[in-house]
């Protein structure tokens, strides 16, 4: 195999041609499928070069300069195309098969609708182009098809005609779209739909067509995704001041799709996951995520599409603000802590692991050598976060002016992140030259936070040393908003603020403090970083009872359950007998019978830190005491508050609210856990739910527990949603969720079963994924077979779809934790993977730098 060669941020350049118009001519006839592209080209500057446009897996028929025959060449993927003209029209036929595209990027069918994926490359799989972001044109669309099986044709903005070919068994439609936008916004979808259709009155008084296009048989499971988008236009124009622009904004569900979304101006191509639910078959967890992609994407409009990127490092200033303003989105509409909980365990747990391991990268990446590598938690969630902490040190008001200052500069055109930065700046007045620091350094920084209180001066003291090692390289200090409470003996705030840290160690002196208090430091996650003081277990139970910030309180009971855990993986590992401090049951006992607490945020404490998020705790991990230790903390505390768990059990049941159901279903996966008498509890909810939610919950208590109920209600549920593909996504998860010794068994035999494909991101996410992500004991089993069994499914998606094969080996690489038994297996996989003649560039990238740590 050619060795993949990587591409370097230092070595952009600004493209010698631009593009200004293209019409786009898809005649859709399966294997012979043709399009016609025909672009106005102008060269940029003094120069004689050729014309250099990339294309894959395409058939090319023709090129034509301003009608008459090009001279071209055809090398590699790139056409080469010989002209002295400044500015002429190119027209580039080219067919193509999408029946036979398996890797789901460009032009492709999904269930029997044609559909396109163009971000970050996929536009090159449709016709020879100047496939990059930087390069904004104004696209016209005709597309052509059956119109029995194609009764709609979709593209991106205004639909400007429509009618009868002269085969009249064909029709086709024009699309217009008024905005340059970059190819990878391209949007197609031709397909036989179930359509919603609803409207929004923007707020200077226009009227938006609204239309959500789902499979057949599905269309009462569209109004949540409906009522999501009008909340988010709504939203948008309130909390930023940012109206919609075009006349009719769309959204289709695919079942076919490696993504949540695609942000495609005017025309989002979604995942179905992120649109179908009614309350027979969603989760309330489903409904919140459809809530939050379709803002998401709705939000791209202005950050992504109106503004974009100008190359592909600079992907998270699209996708950092877009998720930092998605989270503000769902905390202004729910609740602010639970969002903010759910937000800081990616960061944790999956954030922090990859700056741990081999694809450690900054939030803007230096060199790429799959640029859908770069689609990673570090782009996005560190970049949210980055994008959070420049908000706290602005504050609201200030922000605001940054991001209208950044439209009024950039609306229309392809920038970097260091245009944000200054834009920010130059509203504000606040200097963030020390701040940008964060876009180019890789890692987790630590700070280590010791204190002394002095009684005789009334002086607290809090020394902050920040230190960020990335690959054994040292970085420079950052700017770190550090959010900071303490709180007396009394549970009263006498101190709550935030520190402005910038030096590599420095000093923070609070004045007229009547005694020793207890410190809340790094409130609701003010900074990406590790903090590493050393709270003592009073300080840690204070906290969960009297911390201002709910989210603080959380904190504070993930550290009581952290260290109990690995107070008792040191004593297995010293040969002692594990034992619970008295207090942490107590405090988790408070916690339950406190009534004033919001059900949500109880919920979030007793789903008490995973295997996965305890392991990103530490530098190295006995696996097998480490499960042990957690099994006994959790029956410990479970089996000590088996009354007030019934309790709260019992008083949630006809609660018919999210909040209420998420601490009524934790409540019965840990008494299933630790006592098979409440079994009929199960059984009982399991065959009255009313809603997923509660069916589903029962299934986790009866799987956890291992219940001998757990194959009859599997069965059941298995039957009654058979033919319902989301919903038998959460059983294939549940049977890969199995702590049990042949739970690989379980799976290879479910990979035969009707409802499973190979070529379905969704089936294999659901199953495979979900087993190697999250079934941390038996993937990390110590034969070796999880290992090898990934392996086994890598080289099979290789070919199938190598994106999310890419995806999916992130567990086989983040192996240096591990036991040195375990680290020599995972790299034989990997040596494995690198030897196959026909490696992908997306796991060739993975596995190569995973290699390289060995």
Known sequence: MTQAQAKHLKDYKSPLFTISHIALDFDLKGAETEVVATSKIQRVGEHKDALHLVGEQIQLTSVLINGQKANYKVDSNELIIDTELSEFELTVVTKQDPEANSSLEGLYMSDGAYCTQCEAEGFRRITYFLDRPDVLAIYSVRIEADKAAFPFLLSNGNLVEQGTCADESRHFVRWQDPF??????????????????DKFITRSGREVKLQVFVDKGNLHKANHAMVSLQKSMAWDESRFDLEYDLDIYMIVAVDFFNMGAMENKGLNVFNTKYVLADTASATDEDYHGIESVVGHEYF???????????????????????????????????????????????????????????????????????????????????????????????????FQLGMKCYFERHDGQAVTCDDFVNAMETASGIDLSQFRRWYSQAGTPVLK??????????????????????????????????????????GQSVANTVLDVKQAQE??????????PIPSLL???????????????????????????????????????????????????????????????????????????????????????????????????NLDA??????????????????????????????????????????????????????????????????MTDSLGALKAAVSGQLTCQQSLMQDFEQ???????????????????NIPDVLEVIKGLTEHESFSFNNPNRVRSLIGFFVA????????????????????????????????????????????????????????????????????????KVEKALEQA
């Open 720 to 738: 009654k949603w058979l033919t319902t593909p989301l919903v038998m996504d959460k059983w294939f998860s549940l049977q890969a969720s199995q």
């Open 523 to 621: 409130q609701d996650f003010s900074a990406p970083v590790r903090l590493d003081y050393q709270f003592n277990v009073d300080q840690l139970v204070h906290l969960t009872r009297y911390a201002s910030s709910e989210v603080a309180r959380w904190e504070a009971s993930v550290g009581l359950f952290s260290q109990a855990v690995w107070q008792n993986v040191a004593s297995l590992e010293a040969k002692e007998t594990m034992h619970l401090d008295a207090r942490v049951i107590e405090a988790v006992r408070g916690i339950i019978l406190d009534e004033s607490i919001d059900k949500a945020l109880v919920a979030e404490i007793l789903a008490f830190p995973s295997a996965a998020a305890l392991i990103e705790q530490v530098e190295s991990v």
């Open 300 to 398: 791209h409009n202005w950050t992504g599409n109106r503004v974009t990127c100008r190359d592909w490092f600079q992907l998270s200033l699209k996708e950092g603000l877009t998720v930092f303003r998605d989270q503000e989105f769902s905390s202004d509409l729910g609740s602010r802590a639970v969002n903010r909980i759910q937000a800081i365990r990616v960061m944790k747990n999956q954030q922090f692991a990859e700056d741990a391991g081999p694809m450690s990268h900054p939030i803007r990446p230096e060199s790429v050598i799959e640029m859908n590598n770069f689609y990673t938690v570090t782009v996005y969630n560190k970049g949210a976060e980055v994008i959070r902490m420049m908000h706290t040190i602005l504050g609201e008001a200030n």
């Open 774 to 845: 999250a079934n941390t004991y038996q993937f990390h089993d110590p034969s070796g077979k999880g290992y090898q069994y990934l392996t086994d499914v890598l080289i099979k998606l290789n070919e199938l779809n190598p994106q999310i094969a890419a995806r999916m080996i992130t567990p086989l690489i983040q192996y240096s934790k591990f036991d040195e038994n375990r680290q020599q297996l995972m790299k034989a996989s990997l040596q494995r993977l690198k030897a196959l003649p026909n490696l992908s560039k997306d796991l060739f990238e």
């Open 449 to 490: 936070v010791t204190d002394h209180y002095n009684a005789a001066t009334k002086q607290y003291s809090l020394t902050v040393a920040q230190s960020v090692v990335s690959k054994g390289v040292a970085g420079e200090a950052l700017h770190i908003p550090f959010s900071i409470e303490l709180l007396d003996t009394q």
């Open 180 to 197: 340059p936008k970059p190819s990878y916004l391209f949007a197609l979808v031709a397909g036989d739909f179930d359509l919603l259709q």
């Open 626 to 691: 480490l499960a042990a230790a957690r099994e006994f903390v959790v029956n410990e505390i479970a089996e000590s508050c088996l009354d007030e768990l019934v309790t709260r059990y019992r008083s949630l049941i006809n609660k018919d609210n999210a909040a209420s159901r998420a601490f009524k279903n934790i409540c019965l996966s840990l008494l299933s856990k630790v006592s098979s008498e409440y079994e009929d509890l199960v059984i009982n909810q399991y065959q009255q739910a009313s809603n």
């Open 507 to 516: 000093t923070f002196v609070f004045d007229n403090i009547a005694s020793a």
